[in-house]
């Protein structure tokens, strides 16, 4: 069985904003930038598990709904002076298709 799941294509997501996806994990938040970048992230903030999906994207960050931490879209890194980190996962595109890997990328400690 593959790891890779078909979530949807590029239009189901707004530029700037996210859609959810329940897994086993919990839930993961997949970003679409305004250049069409696509990015995969644990939907939990690292300081006090806000919700990413709700929060706004600027450039390959996402600013936390709760408190305003910055986070970067792919390593899930938090921005200095912030600390911590959110998993990632991988991504990929099939054409117009969004592909998902349910298997977080390695590196980030609250995995």
């Avoid at 709904?65 to 792919?74: E, F, G, T």
Wanted: contains cysteine.
């Amino acid at each position: 069985m593959s790891d890779w799941i078909e979530i949807g294509t590029l239009n189901d997501i707004p530029q700037l904003g996210a859609r959810v996806v329940t897994s086993d994990n919990g839930n993961i938040a997949v970003f679409r930038t305004a250049e069409d970048k696509v990015f995969a992230i644990k939907d939990e903030c690292p300081h006090k598990q806000g919700p990413l999906s709700q929060g706004i994207v600027h450039g390959d960050r996402v600013a936390c709904p709760l408190h305003d931490w910055k986070i970067q879209l792919d390593t899930g890194t938090a921005v200095a002076p912030d600390e911590g980190c959110a998993a990632t996962y991988p991504v990929k595109m099939e054409g117009n298709k969004i592909m998902l890997s349910l298997k977080p990328n390695e590196g980030c400690p609250n995995q």
